[in-house]
């Protein structure tokens, strides 16, 4: 099989805009959340807490979240284009659609809501967290012997091994001096990086241009 690349079409550019959009604008929200937050500590406050009952500006953090992740599932719909027709390429864009889902959802069952008995947020939250890192380990392999994405393979890979050590962490309460806060931020900073990154660097890709098909000329 040949190498595929350099070039991408432009649905891949318009993938790595809105993926690069829609993490950095809620990284930025979660600053600007965290700053207008009285006693807010990246430690021992959980990212939830942005968007809960006690935050000033819950409804700056849950719209955002919403945002990142109506764009997070529309950029796993036009990455496909980015990569190979391969299994693994459908099955990591499907989790990285999920995670995004699990992120809308996050913002509209806001922490201490009362849907489905209160757990609606956590089940949100979870989806987000165990998508992301499977769509993480498993897209390096749609990325094989495709040099547009050299570099970015064991990058990847590594992020989602990250992420999923982060969850066993979190989840066993083995959080160690980062505490809750640090623990979940260690679980979202993977995706949310990767996400920058990968939309920068597909912004940076020549885009190849099709070339339309010469007119019948009849004998």
Known sequence: MPSLGPLIPVRA?????????GSLQFVLAMIAVQLAYPGYSDLSNTISDLGGPHSP???????SIIVTGLLT??????LGAAFARKLSRTVGLAFLFLAGLGALLVGVFPEQTTAL??????????LAFLAS???LVVLPLAMLRDTRWEGFRAYTFLSGVVTFVAIALYSTSAVGPLGVGGMERLIVAPI??????????LLRLPVYQRIPAAPHVST
Do not use: M
């Open 133 to 135: 890192g499977v769509a």
């Open 117 to 126: 008995g209160g757990h609606a947020h956590g089940y949100a939250a979870d």
């Open 13 to 21: 550019r318009w993938a790595g805009a809105v993926l690069f959009v």
């Open 192 to 201: 949310l990086l990767w996400s920058i990154v990968v939309g920068v660097h």
């Open 57 to 63: 500006w819950a409804a700056v953090f849950n719209g």
């Open 73 to 78: 599932f529309t950029a796993a719909v036009l």
